[in-house]
């Protein structure tokens, strides 16, 4: 009889196998990327490499994206100081539910169980 269940062990088994095969992967693509921003040009083209992209690449991108974070914390943090009340504000300590409302239907259903 087969074992179907989502936590089999062959399942699981199997799930670890392709998280390894994927991780190694990735390390060839990191390490592919650090020996293209750190080796000489002499030493790429004597190892058969010859067209690559600039070097300016190998540090715009994670400058860019590392200050397209940034930004996008600082945007939200603003967003939600804009979107709060100030603290003197009477609106942060009531809102504008009717409170009174709930209180007498309540009234109304400890009537009804006396």
Known sequence: MVDSSANS????LSLSR???F?????DEKEGL??????LPEPW???LGITY???RYWALAIPTYVMVTIIFIILFYLGLNYMATVPSTSWN???DSSPTHRK???LQIWRQSLS
């Open 22 to 26: 994927v991780s190694i992967l990735d």
């Open 33 to 38: 990327f650090f020996l293209w921003a750190y």
């Open 52 to 54: 690559y992209p600039s």
């Open 9 to 12: 062990p062959r399942r699981m």
């Open 44 to 46: 790429l083209h004597y």
């Open 18 to 20: 392709e998280r390894a």
């Open 103 to 105: 209180i007498h239907k």
């Open 92 to 94: 942060s300590l009531f």
